[in-house]
């Protein structure tokens, strides 16, 4: 789940994800990146923290399946 605000709260980020615990699997969580605003993601041009969770969402979206 990409977040596109920039100033969303841990708690608002927590209200979010649990809404979806009922429907999926699993869901991960990656912070704004400005990067990840316009819609298509280019990997090279986003953070480096943000690399590393897109990287790790794909083991979780394969465990649920």
């Given amino acids: 789940m ?11 980020r927590l209200h979010v994800t649990d809404g979806f ?3 999926v ?6 912070s704004h990146d400005p990067a ?14 943000t690399q590393r969770v897109w990287l790790t969402s794909g083991p979780a979206v394969a465990n649920g399946l």
Avoid: C, E, F, I
Wanted: hydrophobic content about 40%.
């Fill in 2 to 12: 990409r977040q596109a605000a920039p100033n969303a709260t841990d708690t608002q």
């Fill in 21 to 23: 615990d009922s429907l």
């Fill in 25 to 30: 699997p699993a869901a991960v969580t990656l």
């Fill in 36 to 49: 990840t605003v316009d819609g298509l993601v280019k990997h090279g041009a986003l953070r480096t923290s």
